[in-house]
């Protein structure tokens, strides 16, 4: 009877626990559709944001990157990566884990928001491997950190990705060499169904979700009117 009893707990948790998997991912969505809008409308770097949409081939968002997170042992989050279309559509977005070992937030930085520009074709293509290192398959080169630290590093043109960050309790700054991106299939599937990877749902556009539909707007969007 007791393992009649455990197995039917077990049936239960599992019933639960499948819908609440698919509104992480919702919830996952909408909260970088709120970090999108808010840094476009940064007094501090809200124009280079969207400058950097307007250029991007693709953006990588992580709405909370903290000390421990997708990878044991290091620092990390989830986020989705959505591509941008020759006629300037942007495709649905894919999830992705990024974290690492080596990959940490530096002294004092608890928590951070990142919006990872991916510039180049190069840099794209490989973000749709099951995983990547920053720093050795990506360069990159930091743009606005911080609203409050005045002042930021100029990008380089050159890199594949440039990162913009804010944070909560920031004071040592955002390191991303040797960090790892990895994609989450599993999680595509769970939104989009069977068949759903981050090429399919990236690159050939055949999977989307209503969901998305407001994600995908504010990226569009016109810039922002500047404040009176």
Do not use: H
């Not at 990008?155 to 040592?172: E, T």
Request: no cysteine; hydrophobic share 45%.
């Amino acid at each position: 009877m007791r393992r009649i009893a455990v197995l039917l707990v077990a049936l239960v948790t599992l019933s639960i626990a499948a819908p609440a998997f698919a509104s992480e991912q919702q919830e996952l969505v909408d909260r970088s559709k709120v970090l999108v809008d808010r840094m476009r409308r940064d007094a501090n770097m809200g124009k280079s944001v969207t400058d950097f949409l307007g250029r991007a081939k693709a953006i990588l968002i992580v709405p909370n990157l903290w000390r421990a997170g997708f990878f044991i042992g290091g620092s990390g989050g989830s986020g989705v990566l959505l591509a941008k279309g020759p006629d300037g559509s942007w495709s649905a977005p894919a999830f992705y884990g990024i974290g690492g070992g080596s990959f940490g937030l530096q002294i004092g930085a608890e928590m951070q928001e990142l919006l990872l520009f991916v510039l180049t074709d190069g840099g794209l293509d490989k973000l749709m491997d099951n995983q990547v290192k920053i720093g050795a398959d990506l360069t990159f080169a930091l743009g606005p950190v911080g609203a409050g630290l005045g002042g930021a590093t100029t990008p380089n043109l050159g890199a594949d990705l440039v990162a913009f960050s804010g944070g909560i309790g920031l004071y040592g700054g955002l390191n991303l060499e040797g960090g790892l991106i990895a994609t989450r299939e599993e999680w595509n599937r769970a939104y989009y169904g069977e068949g759903a990877t981050s090429r399919e749902i990236v690159f050939n556009r055949k999977f989307d979700n209503p969901g998305t539909a407001d994600l995908k707007a504010i990226l569009a969007a016109p810039p922002p009117a500047p404040k009176s």
